[in-house]
């Protein structure tokens, strides 16, 4: 079943851009913005990654600490960070794992074709680490300044 508001941030390890292993749950105590994107180097992920990179600042100054996730391998994601300049950090999922918690490894369709593959979504939790603002389905244009406005309110 799929993390659903009021849950903790699960206990999954994760791998930084450089292949080491952190514990996801090791955010609690800040607001924590963890979102999921499909591809490193694609036109929709690298507006959004560009995006929350413009904004880490203003996430900085509201307390809150940012994590992109997606399967593609750390040294894919050193390039991408590198490629754009990109500040947010980025982690990778090896075994869909947190993909499978947060239920955003989901069957697809393109050109009618059937395939597996990672929703777009984002997940903010408060500084307990508990799960209070879920959004599935994300279009990226004005997502990024809606998270934000969401951890401002979380005082």
Known sequence: MAIKEGDRIPAVELL??????????????????LYFYPKDDTAGCTREAQEFSAAKPQFDAAGAKLLGVSRDSAARHQKFTAKYDLTVPLATDPDGKLLEAFGTWVEKTLYGKKYMGIDRSTFLFDAEGKLVRAWRKVKVPGHIDEVLAAVKALG
Do not use: K
């Open 16 to 33: 930084d851009i450089e292949g080491n292993a952190f514990a996801l749950d090791g955010h609690v105590g800040a607001p924590f913005v």
